[in-house]
């Protein structure tokens, strides 16, 4: 009987933990899957999108996850195939510097301009 | 002199706006992805059209000549207007051609061969869309042209036209 009680128990665990793992990988995938622009549908992700090209990344994504790979290497792969623009977050390359460095300029612009304004005003 | 100092600002930053916005007017608003290097071609398993065999990609890339790798289907509609083209390009010995039928019912698939002629030295079948993934399309029709140290050398996005089958021959003369 205690033997049945244990079996159960780890049964019942074993169960639990895998659930746990299909739910965290199901996260992932969702959030994988709505950081890729459609390439056919371009206004929308891959998440959102029901076209052929969408279902079809949506099963390599999940087939990718499966086989324990992380999500930058997901990304990276789908980089290799179809470049940056298909990742909606694009990385720091000498393509994009004006892209991620731009706000940060006009950032300090506005600064220095606010500064000296305070600074004639005393 | 501090008010030419701003008007100065002012007009470069209007004139940086001009340019930015007069290139993306210029631009393509959609996005095709281009091959700027030349890549492997991906290492697979499918699923032949005639026989229930599964072939690897280094059996199918096995001779030391240029490939095509065409994507088609048979509910494709710009497929059919290249397919001539297709049937032309095959009289050619130095190149192979691989279909991959994509997303199609098998039945269909074979109409449309024996209705239009094969082209093809192989077919295999990508019934998920996943293989096409790994070649990096996105659509259908897709050509690549593989050459003999398996790279994908050069990719045609819609239905290849005279110009694309001149470009070709051109490559593997």
Sequence with gaps: ?122 | MKNKFNLLILITFLCFCFIIFYKGLNNSSTYSPKISNKKNIPIFEAKDFNSDIYFKSVNIFEEDIFYIVNIWASWCVPCRAEHPLLMELSKNQSIKLIGLNYKDSLNNAKNFINKFGNPYSQILIDSDGTLSVEFGAYGVPETFLVNKNKQIIKKFVGPIDKKAIEEIKLIIK
């Excluded at chain 1, 959030?31 to 998440?47: A, E």
């Excluded at chain 1, 086989?67 to 290497?73: I, Y």
């Excluded at chain 1, 006009?106 to 600074?119: A, E, R």
Aim: glycine residues 4%.
């Design chain 1, 1 to 122: 009987m205690k033997i049945l009680k244990l079996f159960i128990i780890v049964i019942l665990f074993m169960g639990f933990s895998h659930s746990k793992s299909d739910e965290k990988n199901i996260e992932l995938k969702n959030k994988i899957l709505k950081n890729i622009r459609c390439l056919v549908c371009q206004g929308q992700s891959v998440y959102d999108s029901e076209s052929e090209f969408a279902s079809s990344i949506k099963l390599i994504v999940d087939r990718k996850i499966n086989e324990n790979l992380r999500e930058e290497q997901i990304y990276e792969f789908l980089r290799e195939k179809y470049g940056d623009w298909i990742i909606y977050d694009p990385q720091l390359n000498k393509n994009t510097y004006i892209l991620w460095l731009l706000p940060l300029l006009l950032f300090l612009f506005g600064g220095v301009i606010i500064f000296k304004k305070l600074n004639n005003q005393k």
